[in-house]
């Protein structure tokens, strides 16, 4: 019973660890990376689909990303879906591929970006607490329902803790990792 509770926070937590680390990804850093365009959809076909699905995305140097079609005809679809996306980025075809220049970020928009960073953090901070809340309701109730001991219950409790501790700590440590990257020139 308790080893299921214990398990289940491990994996929810682990879960919302790894969503701040794709919303994190997903905040532009002065850098080129190719997971900056993962969210980005294209009308393929009628169909939206990923661009990493309908072309070859690599990085031609540190600041551009290079995007090579594998259909001729894909370069005009793809060149709009990269340029109305929200990432504010302004895409160049130069014959069959699409040049994606990283702008500079300027001093206040990486304070701004750091502000994003910092509640994304927050957030995830509030969700390992609320998993941590539910797995001690869970652990009361069993033990108002006489199926464990205190002294089980209690150390379930504080193993519950650690594992928050942990996360949090992680959490910590990933906003650290994408404030010195946003912050870096």
């Not at 937590?13 to 980005?40: C, F, N, P, Q, Y």
């Amino acid at each position: 019973m308790i080893a299921d509770i214990k398990k289940n926070v491990e994996q929810k937590m682990h879960k919302s660890l790894e969503a701040l680390k794709a919303d994190l990804g997903k905040i532009r850093t002065g850098r080129a990376h190719t997971g900056i365009l993962d969210h980005v959809m294209v009308d393929y076909y009628g169909n939206p689909t990923p661009v990493n699905q309908v072309a070859n995305v690599t990085l031609t140097d540190a600041r551009t990303i290079g995007v090579q079609p594998y259909e001729k005809n894909m370069v005009g679809p793809i060149e709009k879906a990269i340029r109305d996306s929200d990432l504010g980025l302004n895409p160049a075809t130069n014959g069959d591929l699409i040049r994606v220049p990283m702008p500079m970020l300027t001093e206040e928009r990486r304070r701004d970006l750091i502000k994003v960073v910092k509640s994304e953090g927050e957030n995830a901070k509030v969700a390992v607490r609320n998993i941590r809340r539910d797995a001690n309701e869970q652990l009361k109730k069993l033990l108002k329902d006489k199926e464990v001991g205190e002294d089980e219950e209690r150390r379930a409790q504080e193993e519950v803790q650690k594992l928050t501790d942990r996360f949090v700590a992680e959490i910590d440590k990933s906003l650290q990792a994408k404030e010195a990257d946003l912050m870096a020139i």
